[in-house]
């Protein structure tokens, strides 16, 4: 199958996708209790039976379940994610003045985990049985298995408020107003504790299916073939173990690469990062423009993010046919 065909069908398949998920997140968040009608009201400090109606008129919120819906997918073929009565402002516009951020913190940990995780796992596999391989698992099984809330709020202690090492919260110094390289570096200073955390958990996951995947490779009648023809240890882990056994790896960071949005939802709460999962936190007080907007974003990101992994899957063995 040809790389134009086989993008072509990816995308169509994703266009199908982001429609179901679209009609599933409409009908999960006006299945939810409560009306976003008497809550923008309450904060205005008035309830009375005409600005209730005149509010859902102006928000739309009168029209049968299904004519909503219509307005609702309608507007997303032209771009158009809605009206957030509570922010005054486009969804759409509240989505990409956040998204720089998200992209940001969710690539860094990105990078991170899987760096880490392959190395780790690489370190791990080649020490099988030894103290070092010992120590890697139970950090990974500890990393994994601990509450991504109670590494962060740990790592704002220790790193951030004990030691003074990197800032606490936020996307970059207030007041500061640096520009160029320094602003550059100074977002980086900020980025370093949430990336890492985010990163932790997904660097233990992809430690521990790197070291099975090594050890199972390691087995091969290849890799026996090509100890026997007198290559070093070196060479035979990294070219023919390690290359094979990253594959499975590549899988899984693709799929979960767009679960570090849900992750980032938490992550950006508590170290306070202006990212859309901070946004759709905010947004839970019935905005429902906004969050139907961030699930949407969400959801073409991991559609996005699949489609890549199975380019990057053909690259990394050409001999994979990738399936229509």
């Known amino acids: 199958m040809n790389l134009l065909h086989f993008l072509s069908s990816r995308l169509a398949k994703g266009v199908l996708t982001l429609l179901a998920i679209a009609v599933l997140n409409f009908f999960l968040i006006r299945a939810a209790p409560g009306d976003p009608a008497q809550v923008l009201a309450g904060e205005a400090g008035a309830a009375d039976a005409q600005l209730l109606e005149q509010l859902r008129e102006r928000f739309g919120l009168n029209e049968p379940l299904l004519t909503q819906l219509w307005i609702y997918l309608k507007g997303y073929l032209t771009f158009d994610l809605g009206f957030s009565y509570r922010q005054q402002q486009p969804v759409l516009t509240l989505v990409l003045d956040r998204l720089p951020a998200t992209l940001l913190l969710t690539g860094a940990a990105f990078l991170i985990s899987l760096g880490l995780g392959v190395v780790m796992g690489a370190l791990a596999a080649r020490r099988a049985g030894r103290w070092s391989d010992s120590l890697i698992t139970t ?47 100074d977002i980086g200073h900020h980025l370093i504790l949430p990336a890492l955390t985010l990163g ?63 992750g980032a939802v938490l992550t950006e709460t508590v170290f306070a990062w202006p990212g859309i999962g901070r946004l759709m936190f905010d947004a839970l007080v019935r905005d429902y423009s906004v969050l139907l907007g961030v699930f949407f974003m969400s959801s073409a990101m991991v559609v996005g993010f699949n489609i890549l992994t199975d380019l990057i899957y053909r690259i990394a063995d050409p001999r994979i046919e990738a399936a229509s």
């Open 139 to 185: 950090l990974s099984l500890v990393f994994y298995a601990t509450p991504l809330f109670w590494i962060a709020l740990m790592s704002q202690i220790v790193f951030a408020l004990k030691l003074g090492l990197v800032p606490n919260v936020g996307y970059e110094t207030i007041g500061a107003n640096h520009t160029g390289l320094a602003r550059a570096l």
């Open 200 to 262: 932790l958990f997904f660097t233990a996951l992809y430690a521990r299916m790197m070291r099975a995947s090594m050890l199972e490779v390691a087995g091969a009648d290849f890799v026996k073939t090509a100890r026997a023809k007198g290559l070093s240890p070196g060479i035979v882990s990294r070219r023919h173990v390690a290359r094979n056994a990253i594959l499975p790896v590549v899988t899984l960071a693709g799929l979960q690469a767009g679960q570090l949005v849900g």
